[in-house]
């Protein structure tokens, strides 16, 4: 490895590996608490050296993985991945999340169309009654 590959700042390798379309998103995925390196919160300036472990939450996402390689230059998609190894619980529990989100909207039924004007009323009117 080359002297510039061993010291990367971790905003920048979450930008390379493809985690944030930016690196500002990124700094501020950092400072709000959403990423820990070694299981701590860290700075966006931190240095990553390969084999650490990082989470990373992304909205309902979480992803847990192992530094496998490091890079400041953004790549293709599939050169990003081999910047890194995803945890087996970790991909376990996002699908499993995937899954219970996918049958939660199935499960919800919303109305086939907007109540009429006269439902409206008699909704109001129900619900006036039930409020005395």
Known sequence: MSESETKVRLDKWLWAARFFKTRTLARQAIEGGKVRYEGQRTKPGKFVSTGARIEIRKGPLDFEIHIEQLS?????????????????????????????????????????????????????????????
Not at 87 to 116: V, Y
């Open 72 to 132: 400041e230059k953004r790549r293709s998609a599939s050169e990003a991945e081999m910047l890194y190894s995803e945890t087996e619980a970790s991909i376990r529990k996002r699908e499993e999340n995937a899954w219970r989100r996918r049958t939660m909207q199935a499960a919800h039924n919303p109305p086939p169309h907007r109540p009429t004007k006269k439902q409206r009323r008699d909704l109001q009117r129900i619900k006036d009654q039930m409020s005395f």
